[in-house]
């Protein structure tokens, strides 16, 4: 299952609203969509389509949710250059195209999970292509069913 904070957010705008004039409904729903697919027994992983530039953005989310046992917390993190990420954020239209000084800005704050991070239990490093480079084991439980991932800056 895939929990995408735009997709949310774009469900509910008006045309002509600003990108983040929704942003306080937007969030409720957003955490109440992932809450609800982590206490369903019949979903297994759920994908966090949103962008978590560091563990202070992380911890806003992953705060708010409850987690059983049999939850894990894996970050999905995307190691592509800000040429990449501007190049494909060149070829998008509408609302989906972020403004460049906005994408640098994210970029440059960008800080993958560390060992030792809150409610992360372990992290994956993909390239620009898509293609696995690492796992990383950030906490102590990675033996558990449900996964919870959480993508990083990924244009």
């Not at 990383?136 to 244009?155: H, Q, S, T």
Request: with cysteine; glycine share 4%; charged share 30%.
């Amino acid at each position: 299952m895939v929990v995408s904070r735009d997709a949310i957010r774009f469900s509910m705008l008006e045309p002509g609203d600003d990108y983040f004039a929704k942003e306080k409904e937007v969030w409720r729903a957003f955490i109440k969509t992932i809450q609800q697919a982590i206490d369903q027994e019949e979903v297994s992983k759920i994908y966090v389509d949103a962008t978590h530039l560091n563990a202070k953005s992380r911890n806003m989310l992953l705060s708010q949710l409850w987690f059983n046992k049999n939850v894990i917390v894996c970050t999905l993190c995307f190691n592509v250059c800000l040429a990449v990420c501007l190049k494909r954020n060149a070829m998008r239209t509408g609302r989906a195209c972020v403004p460049e000084n906005k994408i640098a800005e994210m970029f440059s704050s960008l800080r993958f999970p560390k060992e030792g991070e809150r409610y992360i239990d372990f992290s994956i490093l993909i390239d620009k292509d898509g293609e696995f480079i690492t796992y990383e084991k950030i906490g102590r439980r990675c033996n558990n069913v449900k996964i919870l991932a959480d993508f990083g800056l990924a244009f």
